[in-house]
Structure formats: C-alpha cells, structure tokens
C-alpha cells in the first residue's frame, strides 16, 4: 500500500478556487490510479473524480464536472484536485484515494480503492 497526505484545504467563499494535494509515499505512485472523493456531515462518502496512472485518462462525477480538474505529477508522487466555481454544496471533507487493481480503468467505488489519506477540509462560504 502506499501512504497518502492530502493538504490545500481550508475556508473560502462561493465562487472562489482552492487546489488540494496527495503526496504520496513509496517508489510506486505511478501504478496506482487516483481517485478524490469527500465526505459531507451527514453524508456518504461521495465520488469526485479519478486519474489514470499515466494522467492521461480522468473522469469527473456530473456534480464537478466543468468546474474541477484532476492532474498528478508523477516525477512529484503528487496528484492535484483543481476546485473553480466553488460552491456551498461542496463544503465537505476531500480524501484522496489510490488504485492498484487490474485491470487498469478509472474507479468510482470506495470500496475499489486500497488506500486512503486523512482527509482536507474544505469550506466553502455563500
């Protein structure tokens, strides 16, 4: 498994932009795909997006689609959420995720993903 720690949260207002992290550890971090999801008070934990393990495949739940972008460095063992056009409904905690399974395809279960970071709270003020 490898070892997550996303970063970037924190407070801002409707219509503003953050860009969260996952920093990942170990030598591998190009054979996982990524994924972010979050997770609302009272809420399941939802799907956000996914990454392939080359960047050159990613998906995005209609909800963000448009408005976020997923990119990952892979020389950096990083992968970014770009939030835009942020909204009071995306006020949640975001966790990134990583996916060694095969076949390579982009996942949207949970339940599909071996690791997990602590999570990022992000805020978003109307």
């Known amino acids: 498994q490898v070892q997550l720690v996303e970063s970037g949260g924190g407070l801002v207002q409707a219509g503003g932009s953050l860009r969260l992290s996952c920093v990942a550890s170990g030598r591998t971090f190009s054979r996982y795909a990524m994924g972010w999801f979050r997770q609302a008070p009272g809420k399941e934990r939802e799907f956000v997006g996914a990454?392939?393990?080359?960047?050159?495949?990613?998906y995005y739940a209609d909800s963000v689609k448009g408005r976020f972008t997923i990119s990952r460095d892979n020389a950096e063992n990083t992968v970014y959420l770009q939030m835009n056009s942020l909204k009071s409904e995306d006020t949640a905690v975001y966790y990134c995720a990583a996916d060694a399974r095969l076949p390579r395809r982009l996942r949207v279960g949970m339940y599909e993903y071996d690791s997990w970071g602590q999570g990022t709270q992000v805020t978003v003020s109307s």
């Open positions: 990454i392939s393990w080359s960047g050159d495949s990613t």
